[in-house]
């Protein structure tokens, strides 16, 4: 079983910038590729990006490309997705997600592991 841990979320004003954080562990980390997908409230999850497995690639929603950014710290089991110029309708629960080795990284059920979700609220 992946674990994944999500932090970094909180309130912030249209605008502003947050970096969300999802730790794993040494056993799993390199050999999977990471996502993140968001879901407001009364609507479906939805991607917003992924990194593969090298972390060489990466690929983000149309509406999002450019304003954030996803990474992985290989020394720290971590993936970070960095949100800049936030706006209201960015507010959900966003979730971290895991897929063991390589194929399409853009559908839910591309995944194997999902994190718990951590709130983002961007005021207006």
């Known amino acids: 079983q992946v674990q994944l841990v999500e932090s970094g979320g909180g309130s912030v004003q249209a605008g502003g910038s947050l970096t969300l954080s999802c730790e794993s562990s040494?056993?799993?980390?390199?050999?999977?590729?990471w996502g993140w997908f968001r879901q407001a409230p009364g609507k479906e999850r939805e991607f917003v990006a992924a990194?593969?497995?090298?972390?060489?690639?990466?690929y983000s929603s149309s509406a999002e490309k450019g304003r954030f950014t996803i990474s992985r710290d290989s020394a720290k089991y971590t993936v970070y997705l960095k949100m800049n110029s936030l706006k209201p309708e960015d507010t959900a629960v966003y979730f971290c997600?895991?897929?063991?080795?390589?194929?399409?990284?853009?559908?839910?059920?591309?995944?194997?592991?999902w994190g718990q979700g951590t709130q983002v609220t961007v005021s207006s």
């Open positions: 997600a895991a897929k063991r080795g390589m194929g399409p990284l853009v559908r839910e059920n591309d995944y194997d592991y």
């Open positions: 990194i593969n497995r090298s972390g060489g690639s990466t």
């Open positions: 040494e056993r799993f980390f390199r050999n999977y590729a």
